[in-house]
C-alpha cells in the first residue's frame, strides 16, 4: 500500500519513486524471473541494457556525488529508492539486481583525487568492484575497539597482518577499503583507514558458506604490503571516517529490507484474497485479517522511522539514534512480516517455486548486518541514560 497519510514525499521524490517502481515492475523482474531460484548475479548481457536504461532514469549509483557521475541522492532519497530497488527476487542485497550501478565506499571521497580517480572512478563505470573490510573473529560488533588487524609503518609502505571476516563479496573484488589499528589497542584513536588492491601478495580470500545465496568472505592479510599514499586521511583517524560511513549506510540498509517485505505482503493479499479452504477465502478468516493488518501497520511505522532518520541526516542533526532505531525496527519489522506470508501461503511459502523462502532467509541475515539489532539498543539506551549505562552503577 506505501500510504503515509497526512505526511507525504517531496514531489520530485514521489515521482522518482514511481519511475523507480515502474522500472523494477516492467523491466528488472522479468528479466531476474529468468533465473536460478538462488541466483544473485545477473549475467553481463542481461544486465547492460537495465543499466543502460537505469542511467537514463538517473538511477546510477544513487549514493555518489554527482561530479563523478552518481545520481547523488540524498539519504531520504536514498530510502525512498532502496525501497523501490529491492522490490526483486534479489532483494535488498543487490539493489535493483545491479542494474543501479556499485557506489564505492563513500569514504573513499575523503580520499585525495588521485585515490578517487585510481578507485572510484572505475567503479562508478562498472569496471571494479570494491569491498569493505571491517569485522574480525575478535568481535565485529564494536569494531573500533575489536580490531586488532595491525598496520605497521616501514618507510614509504604499511605492512598488515591480521583477518578480516564476514566480509561481502570480497572475493569477488578488485580492491577494498581496510580498517587497521596503527595505535594501542582499545584506543578508538589508533585506527587508520586505507585502500587495499585485492592482488597484493600476501591477501588471501576465503569462502563462509551461510544460510542465505551468496556468502561472506574471511580475508586474510600476512604481510601484506601498501604504499602510505593508500592511506585516507590522517593516521589514527579510521574511527572517524568508519563510523559516518556505517550511521548513514543504515539508512538505505533498513529501507532495502522494507521494500522486500512490502512486496511480500502484497503477493499474500493477492493470494488470500483468491484461495479457498474449507468452502470459504482465506481472506474471510480473522487471523488472516490480523496477519495483514498486523503487517501494513508494522511497515507503515518501520518507514516513518526510516524517513525520520534519513531526514535528519539530510538536515546536518545527529543522525546516530535515529539511524539505530530505524535500522532495527526495520529489519525486525520485515522479517515478523515476512514470516507472517509464509504462513499465509502454507506450504508453497516454503517452496522454492516462490521467493518468500529465500527472503526468510536473508531477511534473517539483515537483523545481523550493520550492526547487530542488540549494538543498536545500546545506542539507544546509553542516549537515555547516559554514563549510568556505561558503569553499570
Given at each position: 500500500?506505501n500510504?503515509?497519510?497526512?505526511?507525504?514525499?517531496?514531489?520530485e521524490l514521489?515521482m522518482?519513486?514511481?519511475?523507480?517502481r515502474?522500472?523494477?515492475?516492467?523491466d528488472v523482474?522479468?528479466v531476474?524471473?529468468?533465473l536460478p531460484?538462488d541466483?544473485?548475479?545477473?549475467p553481463p548481457?542481461?544486465?547492460?541494457?537495465?543499466?543502460?536504461?537505469a542511467k537514463?532514469?538517473?538511477?546510477?549509483?544513487?549514493?555518489?556525488?554527482?561530479?563523478y557521475?552518481?545520481?547523488?541522492l540524498n539519504?531520504l532519497?536514498q530510502?525512498?529508492?532502496g525501497?523501490e530497488?529491492?522490490r526483486?527476487?534479489?532483494g535488498?542485497y543487490i539493489?535493483a539486481?545491479?542494474?543501479?550501478?556499485?557506489?564505492?565506499p563513500?569514504v573513499?571521497?575523503l580520499g585525495t583525487?588521485?585515490?578517487?580517480?585510481t578507485?572510484a572512478?572505475?567503479t562508478i563505470?562498472?569496471h571494479r568492484k570494491?569491498?569493505?573490510?571491517?569485522?574480525?573473529?575478535?568481535?565485529?560488533s564494536d569494531?573500533?575497539?575489536?580490531i586488532?588487524?595491525?598496520?605497521?609503518?616501514k618507510?614509504?609502505?604499511?605492512v598488515?597482518?591480521?583477518?578480516?571476516i564476514?566480509?561481502t563479496d570480497?572475493?569477488?573484488c578488485?580492491w577494498?577499503?581496510?580498517?587497521?589499528?596503527t595505535g594501542?589497542?582499545g584506543d578508538?584513536?589508533?585506527?587508520?583507514?586505507f585502500?587495499?588492491d585485492?592482488?597484493?601478495?600476501?591477501?588471501?580470500?576465503?569462502?563462509?558458506?551461510?544460510?542465505?545465496?551468496?556468502?561472506?568472505?574471511e580475508?586474510?592479510?600476512?604481510?601484506?604490503e601498501?604504499?602510505?599514499?593508500?592511506?585516507i586521511?590522517e593516521?589514527?583517524?579510521?574511527?572517524?571516517?568508519?563510523e559516518?560511513?556505517?550511521v548513514?549506510?543504515?539508512?538505505p540498509y533498513?529501507?532495502?529490507?522494507?521494500?522486500?517485505?512490502?512486496?511480500?505482503l502484497?503477493?499474500a493479499?493477492?493470494?488470500?484474497?483468491e484461495r479457498?479452504?474449507?468452502g470459504?477465502?482465506?481472506?474471510?478468516?480473522q487471523?488472516i485479517?490480523?496477519?495483514?493488518?498486523d503487517?501494513?501497520?508494522?511497515l507503515?511505522?518501520a518507514?516513518?522511522?526510516v524517513?525520520?532518520?534519513?531526514?535528519a541526516?539530510?538536515?546536518g542533526?545527529?543522525?546516530?539514534?535515529?539511524a539505530s532505531i530505524?535500522?532495527?525496527?526495520?529489519?525486525?519489522?520485515a522479517?515478523?512480516?515476512?514470516?507472517?506470508c509464509?504462513?499465509m501461503?502454507g506450504g508453497?511459502?516454503?517452496a522454492?517455486?516462490?521467493?518468500l523462502e529465500?527472503?526468510f532467509r536473508?531477511?534473517r541475515?539483515?537483523?545481523?548486518?550493520?550492526?547487530p539489532?542488540e549494538?543498536?539498543?545500546v545506542?539507544?539506551?546509553?542516549?537515555?541514560?547516559?554514563h549510568?549505562a556505561?558503569?553499570?552503577r
Amino acid at each position: 500500500m506505501n500510504t503515509l497519510g497526512a505526511w507525504e514525499l517531496p514531489e520530485e521524490l514521489r515521482m522518482l519513486r514511481e519511475s523507480t517502481r515502474q522500472f523494477m515492475t516492467r523491466d528488472v523482474r522479468p528479466v531476474e524471473d529468468t533465473l536460478p531460484h538462488d541466483a544473485f548475479k545477473m549475467p553481463p548481457e542481461k544486465l547492460a541494457p537495465l543499466q543502460e536504461k537505469a542511467k537514463s532514469l538517473g538511477l546510477w549509483c544513487i549514493r555518489t556525488p554527482g561530479e563523478y557521475g552518481g545520481a547523488d541522492l540524498n539519504l531520504l532519497g536514498q530510502a525512498v529508492i532502496g525501497e523501490e530497488a529491492a522490490r526483486c527476487k534479489m532483494g535488498a542485497y543487490i539493489p535493483a539486481c545491479g542494474a543501479f550501478g556499485r557506489d564505492p565506499p563513500n569514504v573513499i571521497f575523503l580520499g585525495t583525487q588521485q585515490q578517487i580517480d585510481t578507485y572510484a572512478i572505475p567503479t562508478i563505470e562498472g569496471h571494479r568492484k570494491p569491498f569493505v573490510a571491517i569485522s574480525e573473529p575478535s568481535g565485529g560488533s564494536d569494531p573500533a575497539r575489536a580490531i586488532r588487524t595491525r598496520a605497521v609503518r616501514k618507510g614509504d609502505r604499511y605492512v598488515i597482518n591480521g583477518t578480516k571476516i564476514w566480509i561481502t563479496d570480497a572475493g569477488n573484488c578488485d580492491w577494498g577499503i581496510l580498517f587497521a589499528r596503527t595505535g594501542e589497542m582499545g584506543d578508538r584513536g589508533g585506527i587508520s583507514c586505507f585502500i587495499v588492491d585485492s592482488n597484493t601478495p600476501g591477501i588471501s580470500f576465503k569462502r563462509i558458506p551461510v544460510i542465505r545465496a551468496y556468502s561472506p568472505y574471511e580475508v586474510h592479510f600476512e604481510n601484506a604490503e601498501i604504499p602510505v599514499e593508500n592511506r585516507i586521511g590522517e593516521e589514527g583517524q579510521g574511527f572517524q571516517v568508519a563510523e559516518k560511513w556505517l550511521v548513514e549506510g543504515r539508512i538505505p540498509y533498513a529501507a532495502g529490507v522494507l521494500g522486500v517485505a512490502q512486496l511480500a505482503l502484497e503477493m499474500a493479499i493477492e493470494w488470500v484474497k483468491e484461495r479457498e479452504t474449507f468452502g470459504a477465502k482465506l481472506a474471510s478468516r480473522q487471523s488472516i485479517q490480523f496477519m495483514v493488518a498486523d503487517s501494513e501497520m508494522e511497515l507503515q511505522a518501520a518507514r516513518l522511522l526510516v524517513y525520520q532518520a534519513a531526514w535528519a541526516g539530510d538536515l546536518g542533526n545527529d543522525m546516530k539514534v535515529p539511524a539505530s532505531i530505524a535500522k532495527v525496527t526495520a529489519t525486525e519489522t520485515a522479517g515478523r512480516v515476512v514470516d507472517r506470508c509464509v504462513q499465509m501461503f502454507g506450504g508453497l511459502g516454503v517452496a522454492q517455486e516462490m521467493p518468500l523462502e529465500r527472503w526468510f532467509r536473508e531477511l534473517r541475515v539483515k537483523r545481523i548486518g550493520e550492526g547487530p539489532s542488540e549494538v543498536q539498543r545500546v545506542v539507544v539506551a546509553r542516549s537515555l541514560l547516559g554514563h549510568a549505562a556505561r558503569s553499570g552503577r
